[in-house]
Every structure is written in structure tokens, then in C-alpha cells.
């Protein structure tokens, strides 16, 4: 129903009545005055009963219709009364419903606004990580076993042109190297362990000393044939506490909470900022020693597998480690 339209036709009704009802109230009156005058000024007198006869036809008739005039506008105004009070609710109703659809979208905005704050809070604790690994890593330190393997070699080859008495002299020392220079040598420490120390028999106490047990060495052991787990050992023994604990401790942290947050491009961020032999390294470390136990969920993130196979201990190993 269009309330306006049916308010308007109301309203001119009510004026239409309203001036009947004047209309024939005074024409009820005239009758009353001219009786008045006649009787009063020109001395004209009517038998009661013409008198009575008189107003009573032409007064009380008009009047009538005058108070059914009346009468008529007190219906039509009730009408506009109720037509009045279902504008107002039908104000009240879009009030209530714009106000719904208000809270919706302040709903939808708070709960864009927590989204927002819960993945800044969520990026921003991913960078506090990276920074403390960063830090971590700037203190790593490795011994320098490439150039002292080769000093090493050139003293041994110059030891004739050298009196016995300078031997001491003239002998090599080992060095400390840092960052990704120590990455290098750890890389240098897994190839020359596996070939020089790593041993087919059990040490004694080994398990007791390390906490993990001894993988005796293969007799036709080469970084070719080698497997994942060979692969593991090997990294398990050249990476001391001394110089990686604190950095293997802080990386699957990152890691971690990383997948755990989907956070592929900050991992991205972490594989940008390593060195190359950092990230051969790491390399090995997350496929070859495998420390998460969902390795399916880690591997989907393609950590560190912009490593070229031709820097790897073996060509091999890339497919190996990432069982392609």
C-alpha cells in the first residue's frame, strides 16, 4: 500500500468534510438567527408549534448533517491516525533493518580489522625470528679445515727445505672462519669425515657419549650410492654444538611456525638471505636429516630447493633427498 497516496486522499477528504460541516452549521444557525430577528425587531411572533416546527425542520437538519460531517472527519482522522502509526513502523522496521545491516558490516569490518592485526602480528613475529637467527648466525663459527687441509699439504711437500729445529715454525695452525665461510667448511667437513674418519667398527661408548647411535660405514660406501639415512649421519656428526646448536635450534623454530602459519613468502625471505653454502647446507639438513615430523607439509613449501644440484655433494642428491 503507498501510505503517501492513501495520507493525501485522507487529508482532502478531512477538508472536503470539514468545510461541509462548517457549511451546514451555519446554515443550521440562519434559521435560528432569522427567527430571532422576526420575533425580536419585527415583532413577528409564530405559534409555538411553527416556531418548534420551523427550527426543527431546517435547523436541526442542517445541524444534523453538520455533526455527521463532524462525525465522518473524527473516522477519516482515525484512519490517518493508523495510516500515521504504519509509517512510523514502517520507519521503525527500515531503522532496524539498516541498523542490522549496519552492525553486519561493522561485524565484518572488526572481523577484517582482527584478520589484519592477527596476520601483522603473525609477520611480524616471522621477522623477529629471522632477526635472531641472523643474529645467530653472525656468531656461527667453524674451523677453516679447507685452507689448513691445503697449508697442510704444501708444508708436508716443503718439509725437506725446512731445518727440523723450524718445523714448529713453519707448521700450519688451524683458523676460524664465519657466516657462510663456515657454512663452506662444514660442507668440506662432511665429505672428508665420511672419507677419512668415519669407520666400519662401533666406537666404544659412542652411543653413551652422543645420545644417537653409530651407523657403521659401508664398504662400498661414495656420496653416489649413499642413502638418506648415511646422509643424516653424516650431518649429525660434523654439526657440534659448539658451532651450529643454537642456530639448528632457532631454524626449525622458524620453520615451524612458518608452515604452521602459511607464511610461503617470508619463507621465501629466509631462502633469499642465505648464502650459497649456507643454503646447500640447510639443504641437506632439512631433507637429509629430516627433523619435522610432517616433512609432506614442509616439503610442499619448496624450502631451499633453489639449491643447483651441480653444488651438492653429488649430483644425485637433490632427487635423492627430495625422493623425485
Same mark, same amino acid.
Given at each position: 500500500m503507498d501510505l503517501d497516496k492513501r495520507k493525501t486522499e485522507l487529508n482532502s477528504q478531512i477538508r472536503l468534510f470539514r468545510r461541509?460541516?462548517?457549511?451546514?452549521?451555519?446554515? +443550521?444557525?440562519?434559521?435560528?438567527?432569522? %427567527?430571532?430577528?422576526?420575533?425580536?425587531q419585527a415583532h413577528s411572533f409564530f405559534k409555538e408549534n411553527e416556531l418548534g416546527d420551523f427550527i426543527g425542520g431546517t435547523s436541526g437538519t442542517f445541524a444534523s448533517f453538520a455533526g455527521l460531517a463532524f462525525v465522518y472527519i473524527g473516522f477519516l482522522g482515525q484512519q490517518l491516525q493508523i495510516l500515521m502509526q504504519q509509517e512510523e513502523l514502517e520507519m521503525n522496521r527500515q531503522e532496524l533493518k539498516d541498523t542490522r545491516e549496519e552492525i553486519k558490516g561493522q561485524k565484518e569490518q572488526l572481523e577484517l580489522q582482527n584478520k589484519f592485526n592477527s596476520e601483522t602480528q603473525t609477520k611480524n613475529t616471522f621477522f623477529k625470528l629471522l632477526d635472531s637467527?641472523?643474529?645467530?648466525? %653472525?656468531?656461527?663459527?667453524? *674451523?677453516?679445515?679447507?685452507?689448513?687441509?691445503?697449508?697442510? +699439504?704444501?708444508f708436508k711437500e716443503d718439509t725437506k727445505n725446512f731445518p727440523s729445529t723450524e718445523l714448529s715454525k713453519h707448521q700450519p695452525k688451524t683458523k676460524i672462519v664465519k657466516e657462510d665461510a663456515a657454512f663452506e667448511n662444514? *660442507?668440506?667437513?662432511?665429505?672428508?669425515?665420511?672419507?677419512?674418519?668415519?669407520?666400519?667398527?662401533?666406537p666404544a661408548g659412542f652411543f653413551e657419549m652422543n645420545n644417537y647411535p653409530y651407523l657403521p660405514k659401508r664398504?662400498?660406501?661414495?656420496?653416489?650410492?649413499?642413502?638418506i639415512e648415511e646422509i643424516s649421519f653424516i650431518i649429525? %656428526?660434523?654439526?657440534?654444538?659448539?658451532?651450529?646448536? %643454537?642456530?639448528?635450534r632457532i631454524l626449525p623454530i622458524i620453520i615451524h611456525f612458518s608452515v604452521k602459519s602459511n607464511l610461503s613468502d617470508e619463507l621465501k625471505v629466509l631462502d633469499a638471505l642465505m648464502g650459497k653454502y649456507e643454503r646447500i647446507y640447510c639443504f641437506y639438513w632439512l631433507y637429509g636429516f629430516r627433523p619435522f615430523e610432517k616433512m609432506d607439509e614442509v616439503q610442499n613449501f619448496e624450502l631451499f630447493q633453489s639449491v643447483s644440484p651441480k653444488h651438492l655433494l653429488s649430483m644425485n642428491h637433490k632427487n635423492l633427498l627430495l625422493g623425485k
Amino acid at each position: 500500500m503507498d501510505l503517501d497516496k492513501r495520507k493525501t486522499e485522507l487529508n482532502s477528504q478531512i477538508r472536503l468534510f470539514r468545510r461541509l460541516g462548517v457549511f451546514f452549521g451555519i446554515l +443550521a444557525i440562519v434559521p435560528l438567527v432569522w %427567527a430571532v430577528i422576526q420575533v425580536f425587531q419585527a415583532h413577528s411572533f409564530f405559534k409555538e408549534n411553527e416556531l418548534g416546527d420551523f427550527i426543527g425542520g431546517t435547523s436541526g437538519t442542517f445541524a444534523s448533517f453538520a455533526g455527521l460531517a463532524f462525525v465522518y472527519i473524527g473516522f477519516l482522522g482515525q484512519q490517518l491516525q493508523i495510516l500515521m502509526q504504519q509509517e512510523e513502523l514502517e520507519m521503525n522496521r527500515q531503522e532496524l533493518k539498516d541498523t542490522r545491516e549496519e552492525i553486519k558490516g561493522q561485524k565484518e569490518q572488526l572481523e577484517l580489522q582482527n584478520k589484519f592485526n592477527s596476520e601483522t602480528q603473525t609477520k611480524n613475529t616471522f621477522f623477529k625470528l629471522l632477526d635472531s637467527l641472523i643474529l645467530t648466525r %653472525a656468531q656461527l663459527t667453524y *674451523l677453516n679445515l679447507i685452507d689448513y687441509d691445503r697449508e697442510l +699439504a704444501r708444508f708436508k711437500e716443503d718439509t725437506k727445505n725446512f731445518p727440523s729445529t723450524e718445523l714448529s715454525k713453519h707448521q700450519p695452525k688451524t683458523k676460524i672462519v664465519k657466516e657462510d665461510a663456515a657454512f663452506e667448511n662444514i *660442507l668440506y667437513k662432511m665429505k672428508e669425515w665420511s672419507r677419512s674418519q668415519w669407520k666400519s667398527n662401533i666406537p666404544a661408548g659412542f652411543f653413551e657419549m652422543n645420545n644417537y647411535p653409530y651407523l657403521p660405514k659401508r664398504p662400498d660406501f661414495t656420496f653416489e650410492n649413499t642413502s638418506i639415512e648415511e646422509i643424516s649421519f653424516i650431518i649429525r %656428526a660434523v654439526s657440534d654444538e659448539k658451532s651450529l646448536g %643454537a642456530y639448528l635450534r632457532i631454524l626449525p623454530i622458524i620453520i615451524h611456525f612458518s608452515v604452521k602459519s602459511n607464511l610461503s613468502d617470508e619463507l621465501k625471505v629466509l631462502d633469499a638471505l642465505m648464502g650459497k653454502y649456507e643454503r646447500i647446507y640447510c639443504f641437506y639438513w632439512l631433507y637429509g636429516f629430516r627433523p619435522f615430523e610432517k616433512m609432506d607439509e614442509v616439503q610442499n613449501f619448496e624450502l631451499f630447493q633453489s639449491v643447483s644440484p651441480k653444488h651438492l655433494l653429488s649430483m644425485n642428491h637433490k632427487n635423492l633427498l627430495l625422493g623425485k
